[in-house]
């Protein structure tokens, strides 16, 4: 592959960044700005209103069957629900962070092996005639190539969703497929778990490890990303 075809391919999917999201995120960032001075104004009413619907959200979570949330957790981001919301709250339903951790992991790597299945079995027809008709072509990457497809994928802001399935359709090896997605994805999600557990428990400061976790990733990734991509080492196999 050509050093910008996995630009290419982010623009044929209509992922690649638009100049009106500077706008959107000027507007963003003021209203932030005006949102962080509204609540330092009212701090002492907020306080008290954040730690009540805290406290009533950890009661809905510890309520929900660990296997019922499992269950969501495997098969709802293979349909578009994000991953986001089962890392925040996986180590309030679990009862810990580390139990949370544990299960994240297992229930990830089931998720990714049904999407693995589902494209390359039931929804591949279906989703090679959705992304013909939207022009885009799947390439097929070459065995000694594919881990830098994955990592490139997977360090990229596309959506875990659509990572999955354009991965699975790329006839990437499952097991390949498997462990380095989870090493990514299972890194940057230990650290939302973090943020997530310690906000239940009241401990703020605990949940400054997990943002260092995340933006560390975020900014290694986002460098080795733009490195594998200027080098154009995603060939595919045309054979």
């Known amino acids: 592959m050509s050093a910008g075809m996995f630009d290419r391919l982010l623009r044929q999917l209509k992922l690649m960044p638009k100049r009106w999201l500077l ?9 932030v700005m005006a949102g962080g001075s509204l609540l330092w104004i009212y701090r002492d009413s907020f306080s008290m209103w954040l730690t009540e619907g805290r406290l009533v959200l950890l009661d809905w979570l510890e309520a929900i069957p660990l296997y019922w949330y499992v ?8 349909v578009g629900v994000p991953l986001t919301f089962f890392y925040l709250t ?13 299960i994240a992991w297992v229930s990830l790597t089931l998720n990714m092996i049904l999407s693995y299945g589902l ?8 989703l090679t005639r959705i992304l013909a008709r939207k022009g885009v072509n799947i390439p097929e990457v070459k065995a000694g190539n ?8 997977r360090l990229s802001p596309v959506p875990w969703v659509i990572q999955n399935y354009v991965l699975g359709l790329s006839r990437i090896r499952f097991g390949l497929y498997v462990w380095l997605s989870l090493l990514i994805q ?17 401990k703020g400061k605990f949940a400054l490890l997990g943002v260092f976790l ?26």
């Open 90 to 102: 996986v180590g309030a339903v679990a009862g810990s962070v580390w139990l949370g951790l544990g």
């Open 119 to 126: 494209s390359h079995s039931l929804l591949r027809p279906l």
């Open 146 to 153: 594919a881990w830098k497809w994955v990592m490139l994928f």
């Open 71 to 78: 269950l969501a957790f495997v098969v709802l981001p293979a």
């Open 186 to 202: 299972g890194t940057i999600g230990a650290g939302m778990i973090v943020v997530g557990g310690s906000l239940f428990e009241g």
């Open 214 to 239: 995340i933006v560390l990733v975020g900014v290694a990734g986002s460098a080795l990303r733009r490195r594998l991509n200027k080098k154009g080492v995603c060939d595919v196999d045309h054979g």
């Open 23 to 31: 706008v959107g995120g000027l507007l963003i960032l003021l209203g």
